[in-house]
């Protein structure tokens, strides 16, 4: 990686374009810094000329494009959601949603990812730009994972007007639960009964709003 602070678009705001060449190599650098040391510091661990000398790019390319923790964390954060995985259509509203909770619980107890969502969450808890980061993060999710409630409404599985958004949350709810709050192991039982619960509550109307 070349040591270099002179970068196309580095006063850009981060995220608000998806860079290309060299530029694009630095920001995956930097990301991918950014992640290592999350796991190993969590946010308050989380130094700018840190990160830098562990991307291997100099410190004032970091500090010009992003010039905070809180940036670093809330353009990670819009990363992971251009690069999660995408929705689920097994053809059932059962097997969608159980795909979205084996891959919540996937995510949470992955050795590198778990520790970045706890530092993550932290983060959120103490400074605005990495709530409002983490808030975008999980919305962009939830669209992509709304077309499934929406296709099981068109199938007749659930009831017209249920409210697709909140029934995706109603998955991951308890997972993020037993991860963030009570810190419980997270099994696939635990994505099983999530996922379970929430279609039963769809299908009874729980959702509908009436």
């Not at 040391?37 to 500090?63: I, P, S, W």
């Amino acid at each position: 990686m070349e040591h270099n602070s002179r970068l196309e678009a580095a006063s850009l705001t981060p995220g608000t374009v998806r860079p290309g060449g060299r530029t694009a190599k630095v920001r995956a650098a930097v990301l991918e810094a950014t992640q290592e040391v999350l796991v190993e510091g969590g946010f308050h661990g989380l130094n700018l000329d840190r990160v830098a000398a562990r991307a291997g790019v100099g410190k004032t390319t970091v500090y010009r494009r992003w010039g905070s923790a809180a940036a670093l964390v809330a353009d990670l954060l819009r990363d992971m959601a251009e690069q999660s995985v995408p929705a689920a259509d097994t053809g059932s509203l059962e097997g969608d949603l159980l795909a979205n909770a084996h891959l919540v619980r996937q995510t949470l107890t992955d050795p590198r990812m778990g520790p970045v969502f706890q530092a993550v969450i932290a983060a959120a808890a103490c400074d605005e730009e990495c709530a409002t980061a983490l808030n975008g993060f999980y919305a962009t999710r939830i669209r992509e994972w709304v077309p499934c409630v929406e296709r099981a409404a068109g199938r007749g599985e659930v009831p017209a007007g249920t409210d697709a958004g909140e029934v995706v949350r109603a998955v991951s709810a308890p997972l993020y639960y037993r991860f963030a709050v009570s810190r419980e192991p997270l099994g696939e039982t635990d994505a099983v009964r999530a996922a379970g619960a929430a279609v039963a509550a769809a299908k009874a109307g729980s959702f509908t709003g009436n």
